[in-house]
């Protein structure tokens, strides 16, 4: 019996067994063949169907988003963080105390006394307790300043942590005049949002020698910090449903 090429491409050349057999059976060129024939047959999605079906969608990712950030708000736990310091950089100054608040609950600092050095793993150690930390312009200045003081006096570092950073809701979000803590918490809660004022006296006399004006100095700015993350639990309950919180990344200090 004389041999034939496969019809659909030529691939190879085999003794038929039947008038229909046509193909060859080494590549399955009949099956291809006739998903072939299927793809050019079957009827084409208009322009409008595909839109549909993409709008559809966006509302529909838009809703798992919504639902997720909720069961995120309602079964993981979040802490308000901020810090005083001796001065803006860490390689001069050090860190006089750091205030937390878990949401819900009431706040709670370590104080540090004339330096922060028996104090910084303390810190470190109480932002692992909580599922996210929440700060204002925590990402220019609250966790490069800790991480900088681990560094320098040779303590582990921060590592991994979830961190979410208000300040960048108020400043991409809305349009207040100046993106301060202060000054977005006067616009939303007005008179309600005063809190105490930080002297030029105050700092210099937490740095003092006299233990006794220095520690007088230290409660002052430690009932300031506080007051601060009292503020960021309220603006984190004003502010918090315009943060997509599922898509908040784990970032190493």
């Given at each position: 019996?004389?041999?034939?090429?496969?019809?659909?491409?030529?691939c190879h050349a085999f003794a038929p067994v039947s008038a229909n057999h046509v193909y060859c059976t080494e590549c399955g060129?009949?099956?291809?063949?006739?998903?072939?024939?299927?793809?050019?047959?079957?009827?084409?999605?208009?322009?409008?169907?595909?839109?549909?079906?993409?709008?559809?969608?966006?509302?529909?990712?838009?809703?798992?988003?919504?639902?997720?950030?909720?069961?995120?708000?309602?079964?993981?736990t979040f802490c308000m963080f901020d810090i005083e310091t001796t001065n803006l950089d860490a390689d001069v100054g050090w860190?006089?105390?750091?205030?937390?608040?878990?949401?819900?609950?009431?706040?709670?600092?370590?104080?540090?006394?004339?330096?922060?050095?028996?104090?910084?793993?303390?810190?470190?150690?109480?932002?692992?307790?909580?599922?996210?930390?929440?700060?204002?312009?925590?990402?220019?200045?609250?966790?490069?300043?800790?991480?900088?003081?681990?560094?320098?006096?040779?303590?582990?570092?921060?590592?991994?942590?979830?961190?979410?950073?208000?300040?960048?809701?108020?400043?991409?979000?809305?349009?207040?005049?100046?993106?301060?803590?202060?000054?977005?918490?006067?616009?939303?809660?007005?008179?309600?949002?005063?809190?105490?004022?930080?002297?030029?006296?105050?700092?210099?006399?937490?740095?003092?020698?006299?233990?006794?004006?220095?520690?007088?100095?230290?409660?002052?700015?430690?009932?300031?910090?506080?007051?601060?993350?009292?503020?960021?639990?309220?603006?984190?309950?004003?502010?918090?449903?315009?943060?997509?919180?599922?898509?908040?990344?784990?970032?190493?200090?």
């Amino acid at each position: 019996m004389s041999l034939v090429k496969c019809e659909r491409d030529g691939c190879h050349a085999f003794a038929p067994v039947s008038a229909n057999h046509v193909y060859c059976t080494e590549c399955g060129c009949k099956r291809k063949n006739e998903n072939q024939v299927k793809r050019l047959t079957a009827p084409l999605i208009t322009n409008d169907e595909i839109f549909e079906a993409q709008e559809a969608r966006k509302w529909e990712r838009a809703k798992q988003r919504d639902d997720r950030n909720q069961w995120l708000l309602e079964n993981k736990t979040f802490c308000m963080f901020d810090i005083e310091t001796t001065n803006l950089d860490a390689d001069v100054g050090w860190i006089l105390c750091a205030s937390f608040m878990p949401m819900g609950e009431k706040p709670y600092t370590i104080r540090g006394k004339a330096n922060d050095r028996s104090v910084l793993d303390r810190i470190r150690r109480e932002l692992y307790k909580y599922d996210y930390i929440c700060t204002w312009y925590g990402t220019g200045f609250d966790m490069p300043f800790l991480a900088t003081r681990l560094l320098l006096n040779e303590k582990e570092p921060i590592g991994l942590i979830k961190h979410i950073d208000l300040y960048y809701v108020a400043r991409f979000k809305f349009e207040f005049m100046r993106n301060s803590l202060e000054n977005v918490a006067d616009g939303l809660f007005g008179g309600a949002a005063v809190k105490t004022k930080l002297r030029g006296s105050v700092w210099y006399a937490a740095r003092s020698h006299s233990v006794k004006e220095r520690e007088a100095a230290i409660d002052y700015i430690v009932e300031h910090c506080e007051m601060d993350v009292k503020e960021l639990g309220a603006l984190f309950e004003k502010l918090i449903s315009f943060k997509d919180i599922q898509a908040t990344p784990l970032r190493r200090f």
